[in-house]
């Protein structure tokens, strides 16, 4: 197996995807390089790239961007990086030092029925199907009404969190909320789930101002579970239907480090 038999793989899941800006596809290495293992995380931080080294796993498939910038084919990675003088060698040199090559899966695996980052975040937080979806992709879902401080426990809970940062008061009761994991929180966004009578989102991560503020002042709570967090699973989801399709290759899900820690004043 090569770098491009496991490309071609996740190009097939959603040809579609892979198009003109879409940020898919190789980010480093060589496509016809042998394949001794495969590692699936949420970002090839340097943390994760050593400890796919250690396992021999020399492919990292990573949902978000390796290099930091949001490359497209017309607009590198890489070339963005160089545009602002962004010295990526201490990173790269690591990946050659062990012949490690990275592909990156994002907008075919957000979607993706079942193994997909939605799918294994609805099913660890006990969500069903949407009642509807909103600007036809985030999900508005219905619940028994609850307060917004215990969703915010609830959710942080089932997510393994050391605490989940909310916003709006505590006993504002929630029905219906929309979901908009990863970074797809913004004003338009929030506008969309007022528009459709949400009581309240559930995000990722979400800007004070471009997030945060309309939200509140349309009404709206906001539980921010963290970018991470909320798709992790989803690379998991990643590793095993991987396993399903090549037996014979080490796959592992070796999840990115925690992008924060927490002090009490």
Known sequence: MTVRDFDDFLIALDPDARGET???????GDLDAPVRGVATTWMASMDVLRRAAERDLNLVIAHEPTFWYHGTPANRELAQCARDGVDISFKSDLLDEHGMAVLRAHNNWDPYPEYGIEACLREVLGLGEPRERVGDF????EIEPTRLVDLARDYGG???LPCVRFSGAPEHLVRRFGLA??????TQRYWQ????GADAVVCGEAGEWPAIRPALD???GVVELGHQATEEMGMGGLARLLREHFPDVPIEHVPAEPSYGYARP
């Open 181 to 186: 994991y990863g970074a797809s929180s913004g």
């Open 193 to 196: 789930f007022h528009r459709a």
């Open 158 to 160: 089932r997510l393994g």
């Open 138 to 141: 985030f999900g508005l879902f």
């Open 22 to 28: 879409s940020p898919d596809g190789l980010k480093w």
């Open 218 to 220: 349309m009404g709206l």
